[in-house]
């Protein structure tokens, strides 16, 4: 039984209600992982909302440390594993940065081509997932899971593997693209934007999915930036910055793409940038087939281990969630000194709290949807 | 009471009550059954899938296995949940729908009992479901079930309204019949064999469309199904239940979809009247009568796939500002209509602009969306150079 | 890394012109400019920072905690400017005996969970951080794994197994 607290009963003279707490996860479809909230309801009203995470943690950057640098490979991968591929071109960046290692420009370029594709990857997680978390009864999952297959599929023909391809090296790729590759990805491109414009009739021309999007929990961006925000929630609220344009890396300056823009900050926003920036990255990877130089995909120098006497470094990537920063250590051996992950759920996680109080139970599962966290790179 | 034509074989009228009663009870398993393998085939079609297709030929019998497998389950009840209210609460919801078929006319002659009150007896018979779900939530022990338990109350209680008003709208317009001299009847049998010539539908387009969106709401079928919302509250009031406790609240509600198709159907789409008449075979009647409600669910089926879930203040806000003038609206006319005996085309004629209107309203509503164009419509900008 | 000198590089010449006041000394690794600062004055300098318009640093990117053995505990902090789109890198050196940091919730509401990893897998401790427990690991874990003394597989060395030393020998 509730016990009703003698003061609240003493300040109220009319009828009383108490609030209530309820718990969100760490099993709960709508949390995306084993993420939990506890949420404290005023009837459907969340008053108080305090986020509990670290279920996933598996150590990381102790791992990091304590394995010699390419073996290490396979553990950011699994940082977020909705776009394994994003994950090793940052860690890759950082590992090159601290021993200076240069990379020849073809694997630049299939670098960013399969950067790329994991965005889509993650961005069509994205409209499947929220559009089950606004309820629409796995219809827009099952859009997503069929075109993130075609994702994979390619993704095994090229690297192996498919959702942890361990596909880049620090100097380079582990092997080239295979023979006939691009009439595969022109047409897995062709497939990807028909998928998109199956979202955009399922999800966007809603009226109901509209309405419950638009307007809800708006951000200013002088806020989205002292909460640390980044990707496309930031430029939800109509900041146009985007590392690959501010601090460009790799090969960005050679490729055209605009960077979506929102207005409000609100969930809608969020839904539409991602939507935007994925016909974007489409464009992209035609341009990545279009530019595709000739040569070696790996560094032939390399030594057999790679020893790294001393440096530092952070490197900044736009991966697939905002902005996904690895600050690398190196103090001689084959090991990092130290590795730390600046992950983009992360910080946009912790302002949760913030965009939750105030709003009905349903609207809060909306919101965490929107955040599009995966847990695998908030917990490390 | 009025009693069906004849008790059959000429049984005693109790023996004959008993016999209708086992018929349509084991009927209506037969039906819930295969329209849980039904909504999931045609659900996994709408979603580019296959659906069951491993247990018998195409997955035939999935729906018996799937029964088979939750009346074997161990019944689970959590330790601080009100014992009795939590294990009747099942029961309690499974009762009115059952009593609601036993109401239905099936064909001309095919039903348990022919009441003179009918359609009153249905909606009445149907709005004590919320007694079962509110113990359900209460009786749980659980914070989701209670929030599911009283948001079901909510949207029940306020659904019920419109619901009741578009179907007596049907019951006014059956008064302007021949030899009904002004006096609408509310026996479902005599409505039915009404819409011989012409289905209701016709006369009705705004109550019909008012009752079905209700009759979505009282299913708790998307994009109504707050209350048991599966990615915020995980099922709501049914979040406890386990094994043949759940599995009532399944039956009742696959029971009560089918129980209210056959009800829109009879109402509102002719029945087992429309369109070979009342002196049809009973086999052609009854055939009728399931492919309308049919027709209903697989509608049902289409609206879930399609639609996300909305909240429960735009619920609460579209039943009350929308649906509830509405079907004032719709009422008003028909009073008009049948107080001066004006022809019965007026009736289709006003009714017909009515759900334009609603339809209007809607789409207008749905075109202030970005246009497709969605990087033109949103800012793109080049990020100030390095 | 070079080692730090008193002359300024690229963007901590700016910081050392704007809040010449206050010392510090500043280097360059490949990425970023790095200010050197004690943390007395590590509060003072990232105010400033934050309010003069001519330096604008409204964005904290980054907080990572390392620990550099003997030398103690340092804590790394990487900051952005949307206004002018430089980026810094600050450090805080903390003597081994004292690892105490000032927080900057006050300023950044981005600083508050990053100082809690910090602090739980490190050991920092952030002064004036409203909600200091820990965040990844379990509430009542008392352990700091990222220190370079906490050994990679505890479990193994509980066993009795020896060998312990991750990776393969190259």
Known sequence: MTVWPEERLATVDSFNTVDMTINVGPQHPATHGVFRMVLTVDGELVVDCEPYIGYLHRGLE??????????????????????????????????????????????????????????????????????????SFGTSFVYAWRERERIYDFFEVVAGDRMFPTYFRPGGLQMDLPEGYEPLVRQLLGSLEQGLEDFDGLLT????????????????????????????????????????????????????????????????????????????????VKQCLDLMPGGLVLNPDLPKTLRIEEGECYVRTEGTKGEYGVYGMARGGNKPYRMKLRSPSFCNLSALKEMVVGHYVADAIIILGSLDIVLGEVDK | MMLFADALFGLPNWIDAIIRVVLVILSMTLVVIYLTYGERKVVARFQQRLG??????????????????????????????????????????????????????????????????????????LGLNIVGILMAGLGSGNKYALLGGIRAAAQMVSYEIPLVISLLCVAMITGAEKDMNGTGTLNLNAITAFQETRPYIVLQPLAFL?????????????????????????????????????????????????????????????????????????????????????????????????????????????????????????MLMNGFILVYDWPQELLALTSALGAAALVAIIIRRAMRRPSRDLVGTYKTLGAPAQ | MTSPTTDYPGVAALVHKHLGKIPFTASKHSTDAVIHIDAGHFLELVTGMHDRRELAFDYLRNVTGIDLGEEGLRCVYHFYSFKHGHAIQVDVQTPPDNPHIPTLTGIYAAADWHEREAAEMLGLVFDGHPNLKNLLLDEDVRIHPLLKAHPLQKMELEQGIEDTSAGFKF
């Open chain 1, 205 to 284: 021309g809603n009226e109901i999915f509209v309405e419950r999007c638009r307007n809800l929990s708006p951000m200013s961006k002088e806020r989205a930036i002292n909460l640390g925000m980044s990707g496309p929630m930031i430029r939800a609220t109509g900041l146009a910055h985007d590392i690959r344009k501010a601090e460009p890396y790799s090969i960005y300056p050679n490729l055209k793409f605009n960077i979506p823009v929102g207005k409000n900050g609100d969930v809608f926003d969020r839904f539409m940038v991602r939507m935007a920036e994925a016909y974007q990255s489409i464009q992209i």
């Open chain 2, 52 to 125: 069951p297709t491993e247990t018998g030929p195409a997955g035939l019998i999935q729906g018996i296995a799937d029964a088979l497998k939750l009346v074997t389950k161990e019944d689970i009840r959590p330790k601080n949940a009100d014992r009795w209210v939590f294990e009747f609460a099942p029961y309690a919801t499974f009762i009115p729908v059952l009593m609601m078929l036993m109401a239905l006319p099936f064909a001309e002659d095919w039903g348990v009992r022919d009441l003179a009150l009918g359609m009153f007896y249905v909606f009445a018979i």
């Open chain 2, 210 to 330: 008012i009752f079905f969106t209700a009759m979505l709401s009282e299913l708790h079928r998307a994009p109504f199904d707050i209350p048991v919302a599966e990615s915020e509250i995980v099922g709501g009031c049914f979040v406890e239940y386990s094994g043949i406790r759940w599995s009532m609240f399944q039956l009742t509600e696959y029971a009560s979809m089918w129980g209210w198709s056959v009800f829109g159907s009879v109402v509102f789409l002719g029945g087992w009247a429309w369109p070979f008449g009342v002196d049809a075979h009973w086999s052609i009647q009854l055939g009728t009568t399931l492919v309308k409600s049919f027709l209903f669910i697989m509608l049902i089926f289409w609206v879930r796939t399609t639609v996300p879930r909305l909240r429960i203040d735009q619920l609460m806000s579209f039943c009350w500002k929308v649906l509830l003038p509405m079907s004032l609206v719709q």
């Open chain 1, 62 to 135: 102790k791992l990091t440390e304590n394995h010699d640098y390419r073996q290490s490979m396979g553990w950011w991968d699994r940082t977020d594993y909705l776009a394994g591929m994003a994950c090793e071109f940052a860690y890759c960046m950082a590992v090159e940065k601290l021993g200076n290692i240069q990379v020849p420009e073809r694997a630049e370029y299939i670098r960013v081509m399969m950067a790329e594709l994991s965005r889509l990857l993650s961005h069509f997680m994205f409209f499947g997932a929220f559009g089950a978390d606004v309820g």
